[in-house]
């Protein structure tokens, strides 16, 4: 049987805070298989923030095993993290993260330019990415001239620009109306159909929960229940 894409292993995260400690992980366990559409949901301060790091390979745990595309977070350096991110994770955020100086096609063409790909092949990439999200008519628009439902495709097609195993959004409809945020569902939705994508949402959201295939709700640290929605 196939490793899974992302599995937590009995992951604390502790903070200190002056002289307290933060118990922001209480022994997470969980595995998430490639392919799968899963969202992690939670109030603020839940933990769900701390466990997005983990996937994103942002932060280490203090104890217990994150293992990301079958590596061992915790036995890697940092310059080795940067590269499983990048090699390995698409993000996508609540505010967009796009430059402002750049056109569209810019944008998109960017983590391609960090993996050393030639400039005619990250144009075609980049061209056929914004395609697949329905903007091949803003390629030269810049940031400022885009809606916000636009500004997050384009955020996704940086995401899925270099074919990562896995897609990972922070609260990715937090800043658009509810039609416009659930458009942007459908193209994750399709994408994870499409290409095979690992999806994982992170989100506060209870409607995003249960539109998702499989949602994994935290609560104070821990994990308050983890099923199977009907979509």
């Not at 937590?8 to 298989?33: C, H, N, P, T």
């Not at 636009?150 to 039609?179: C, F, H, N, W, Y």
């Not at 659930?182 to 690992?198: M, P, S, W």
Request: glycine share 10%.
């Amino acid at each position: 049987m196939a490793e899974p894409v992302i599995e937590m292993k009995d992951v604390w995260r502790v903070y200190a805070m002056g002289e307290e400690e933060v118990q922001a992980l209480r022994g997470i366990s969980f595995k998430i298989e490639e392919g799968e559409f899963v969202s992690i949901m939670g109030p603020s301060g839940s933990g769900k923030s701390t466990c997005m790091n983990m996937i994103g390979c942002l932060d280490r745990p203090t104890s217990g095993d994150v293992i990301i595309n079958g590596r061992l977070t915790a036995e890697m350096t940092e310059t080795e993290l940067a590269e499983l991110r990048n090699d390995t994770v698409g993000f996508v955020f609540q505010q967009y993260h796009l430059l402002s100086t750049m056109t569209v096609l810019e944008n998109v063409m960017l983590p391609l330019r960090y993996q050393g790909i030639p400039r005619g092949e990250r144009r075609a990439l980049a061209e056929a990415a914004l395609a697949q999200v329905g903007l091949s008519e803003r390629l030269k628009h810049r940031p400022h001239e885009l809606s916000g439902g636009q500004k997050q495709r384009v955020a996704i097609a940086r995401a899925m620009v270099t074919k990562p195993r896995i897609i990972l959004a922070d609260e990715p409809t937090g800043a658009l109306d509810s039609e416009t945020g659930k458009q942007v569902l459908a193209l994750f939705r399709e994408i994870n159909e499409k290409d095979g994508t690992t999806i994982v949402i992170v989100t506060h959201d209870p409607g995003i929960g249960a539109s998702t295939p499989r949602c994994i709700r935290i609560l104070d640290g821990n994990i308050a229940s983890e099923e199977a929605e009907n979509v």
